[in-house]
């Protein structure tokens, strides 16, 4: 496994927090490298970036340095600062450092990547105008830069899925949380566009790894593609290589989803969304284990009685934990909403087997 998407730092305004050593840690029971970069830094990115490229130098290769930029301070000259320092890619995020994608400075970014053959991982959240119109036409203007959006590019994946043959060098990670809009991206985006990437510490390696490779599974993927997904690809960008063809998107299923895990699926995704918000969730969770409620002779039932476990796990996790607890963000709020994330991937990807002992065979 290679995380395309991991950081550090102990200044971001949200409340997260991450050392170089419990990033490592987070790693290490998959055995996963992880390209990793500063979280936001709001006095600026210089000594982010010196710790990025420390840390990485010190993890026997575990870490990969990426350089975050802000186009509105000194960008390009901060690039080639840490390009000559051991940096192998860049990060920004229009977002959190409130600059646009069509800009002057950022071309001016782009061009140095397109240089050096540079992978620019960039956050693809919402709220971002026209994000990726500009990242398409980047690409087209600097054909030796990588671009990778984030997060399942989940601001424009309605639409950019049928740009992506015509754009080989763009590239969608899988940081996000949610099952069906990683389905949507396995069965229309081809699958040597789409890199493993969990978030840490706003994700999880071994979480998001569970729900990439089920997704990437139930679309119908082989398992060299899976292995494109989860570290060739993106070995290859790292090293200045052309990208590996790893053959077509399978397209959508051609069997409909099964209404009865869809409805797990949605309650069970609806309640995540209101414990993040810090909203009451007791009513929403009970639906989604009522929707698990099935008789003992139908198809479901084995996965029901799984997610039925799941989710009462879910309910004693959370049983002493308060809702600001759940609504700040942090590796142990993952830990603790993990089992009905899980319930919801089972729900999402039916054709793929769970493991025995979760069926309780």
Request: with cysteine; glycine share 6%.
């Amino acid at each position: 496994m290679f995380d395309a998407h991991t950081h550090i730092g102990s200044n971001d305004p949200d409340g997260a927090r991450l050392s170089g050593a419990e990033l490592i840690e987070i790693l290490a029971p998959l055995d996963a490298r992880g390209v990793v970069f500063p979280m936001h830094e709001p006095d600026g990115y210089g000594a982010a970036n010196d710790l990025i490229l420390s840390e990485a130098a010190d993890s026997q290769g575990r870490l990969v340095p990426f350089c975050r930029l802000n186009p509105n301070d000194g960008a390009v000259a901060e690039l080639t600062r840490c390009i000559d320092h051991g940096a192998r890619g860049i990060k920004l995020h229009p977002r959190s450092d409130d600059f646009a994608m069509n800009t002057a400075e950022v071309r001016e970014i782009l061009a140095v990547a397109d240089e050096h053959r540079l992978p620019v991982l960039i956050h693809a959240g919402r709220g971002i105008p026209a994000l990726g119109r500009h990242a398409l036409e980047l690409s087209e203007a600097f054909p030796g830069a990588r671009v990778i959006l984030a997060h399942a590019a989940v601001s424009d994946l309605s639409w950019i899925w049928r740009q992506m043959p015509d754009h080989p060098n763009v590239f969608i990670d899988t940081s996000w949380w949610v099952p069906v809009d990683l389905a949507f991206l396995f069965a229309y985006v081809p699958p040597g566009q789409i890199l493993f990437a969990s978030d840490v510490p706003y994700g999880s390696p071994a979480l998001n790894a569970i729900l990439t490779i089920r997704c990437a599974l139930q679309a119908g993927l082989t398992a060299d593609q899976v292995r494109a997904v989860c570290c060739a690809q993106l070995e290859r960008l790292l090293a200045g290589e052309p990208p590996l063809d790893a053959g077509p998107p399978p397209g959508p299923p051609a069997e409909p989803r099964d209404l009865v895990f869809e409805r797990v699926h949605l309650f069970a995704m609806a309640a995540l969304a209101r414990m993040i918000a810090g909203a009451d969730s007791e009513d929403v969770v009970g639906l989604a284990k009522l929707a698990c409620d099935v008789e003992e002779d139908v198809p479901q039932a084995a996965a029901c009685r799984t997610m039925t476990e799941l989710i009462d796990l879910q309910a004693e996790s959370i049983a002493e934990v308060s809702a600001k607890d759940l609504a700040t963000p942090s590796t142990q709020r993952l830990a603790l909403l993990t089992p009905l994330l899980l319930a919801a991937t089972l729900a999402a990807t039916p054709e793929v087997p769970a493991p025995a002992e979760l069926l309780g065979v």
